[in-house]
């Protein structure tokens, strides 16, 4: 194998492995940043051992005994140098920890491992920048670099973060465990919500020159697929599995030959990834056997599975929807949710029905600055011939818009409405 070859095996492996690593190891030092950092020693000399020995045939393991060696010698010279009663006490405890061979060997203590890593990178101590950043780096495996790509920021700004949300968990003491019955609910939900947030920024893609970003999408499907294998019981984590496999089954249809958007209803559902389709079908099935009164991202899995299983935008069942929305309305108290379903209501109802309700959505302060709301209004006085308002509604949604492609996707339409006016 050539070395170029061996980097990119060993960069398949450390994706694959690098969660249950870090989470193998913050068991044993009770310190996420220890964690990372012998994992990343582990890394390196991956890096400079494997090319010429070859990848081992357990290489996860041989990383966590490499990993655990690195931190033996690290603790040993620490209670060497230091000689503190109270820290030889504690650091030998964690010393006999490292040195027993059978430290995460366990399938279900690797389990374990990764749930607990997942509700402490997700604990609503941190930010929700910071719950993303160090969830993608910790449990996607992703370097700052590609988490700085992928949301359009600096390496610096996302290194800085790391860095505080690793100092935060550590001083605000955040066990390495799984929230009680009390939290759970709760707790539970934040992870959903950094899953989902990874998901739709590479869905639809709020700043930048490209309109999806797969590989984030990707990423959040790993992460919801790594949930769902840990709490395979838990129905809102099968529905956003569920949901996040119905739209990325859009995705090779959502670009057109140059990368610009094409809408749902533009779209040739041919190039739908059907394998996906199937899967999130099922997943919701699952889901809804599992729940009995369905929760928001099993709802809106509902209306994504509704699109999957109409042959075009006419044949969609427009009127289940609307009620599926009226449910997630009621349940989340969302203006977002509430534009939505007045999409629905204007495909299933006509579009004056729809108008009606964006309207009153127009003094909702968490939709101001939202340029689908401007977007949406125009498209419905686009299809009552209001042909003048809707182009100052394309120009409004343009000029709020962050993302390249989306903002020349409404300077289009605008232009669009002038000549058919």
Known sequence: MTPSATHRAIDAVWRIESARLIAGLTRIVRDVAVAEDLAQDALVAALEQWPASGIPNKPGA???????RRGIDALRRRVTLERKQEL?????????????????????????????????????????????????????????????????????????RIVRAKRTLAEARVPFEVPGRDELADRLSAVLEVIYLVFNEGYAATAGERWTRPTLCADALRLGRILAALMPREPEVRGLLALMELQASRLRARVGPQGEPVLLADQDRARWDHLLVQRGLAGLRRAEELSGALGPYTLQAAI?????????????DWPRIVALYDGLAALTGSPVVELNRAVAVAMAFGPEAGLQLVDLLGDEPALRGYHLLPSVRGDFLVRLGRLAEAREEFVRAAELCGNARERELLQSRAASAISDG
């Open 62 to 68: 041989w990383l966590m005994a490499t990993a655990k």
């Open 88 to 160: 030889i006490g504690r650091e030998l405890e964690t010393l006999q920890q490292l040195d027993r061979p059978d430290v995460a060997a366990r399938v279900d203590d690797v389990q374990d491992d990764v749930l607990h890593l997942i509700f402490m990178t997700c604990h609503p101590v941190l930010s929700r920048e910071a719950r993303v950043a160090l969830t993608l780096r910790l449990l996607g495996g992703l370097s700052t670099p590609e988490i700085a790509r992928a949301f359009l920021v600096s390496e610096g700004t996302v290194a800085q």
């Open 304 to 316: 994504a599975a509704c699109h999957a299983r109409a042959p075009s935008i006419d044949e969609t």
